[in-house]
């Protein structure tokens, strides 16, 4: 069964970094494409970044200098590295891909999220 996990959601002070990890495991046959979603409290979700299999990137106006998404194939994973926080960062972090699985066809598949809460 293919599967998404993130890891790395915590506690941040404003300013500071947090770098989110998402892995795939399962019968992969390819990674059409990976994103990361976030949603605030009491708001809905919302797309954040993307990275496509060929290496095209996509951002979000309210995180273009600051976040920076990369994927590492080899190891089915990919990051999104968070860096001058802000408050409004708080949410719960989504990892999506697009992924093909052996012996079936390609589909969407989306992580458990990860919490991410910037305050002092």
């Known amino acids: 069964q293919v599967q998404l996990v993130e890891s790395g959601g915590g506690l941040v002070q404003p300013g500071g970094s947090l770098r989110l990890s998402c892995t795939a495991s399962?019968?992969?046959?390819?990674?059409?494409?990976m994103g990361w979603y976030r949603q605030p409290p009491g708001k809905q979700r919302e797309l954040v970044t993307s990275?496509?299999?060929?290496?095209?990137?996509n951002y979000e106006d309210y995180v273009k200098g600051r976040f920076t998404i990369a994927r590492k194939n080899a190891k089915n994973t990919g990051y999104l590295q968070m860096n001058s926080l802000k408050p409004e960062d708080t949410a719960v972090y989504y990892c999506?891909?697009?992924?093909?699985?052996?012996?079936?066809?390609?589909?969407?598949?989306w992580g458990q999220g990860t919490k991410v809460k910037v305050s002092s």
């Open positions: 990275i496509t299999n060929g290496g095209n990137t």
């Open positions: 399962g019968r992969i046959s390819l990674i059409y494409s």
């Open positions: 999506n891909a697009i992924m093909g699985q052996i012996g079936d066809q390609r589909n969407n598949y």
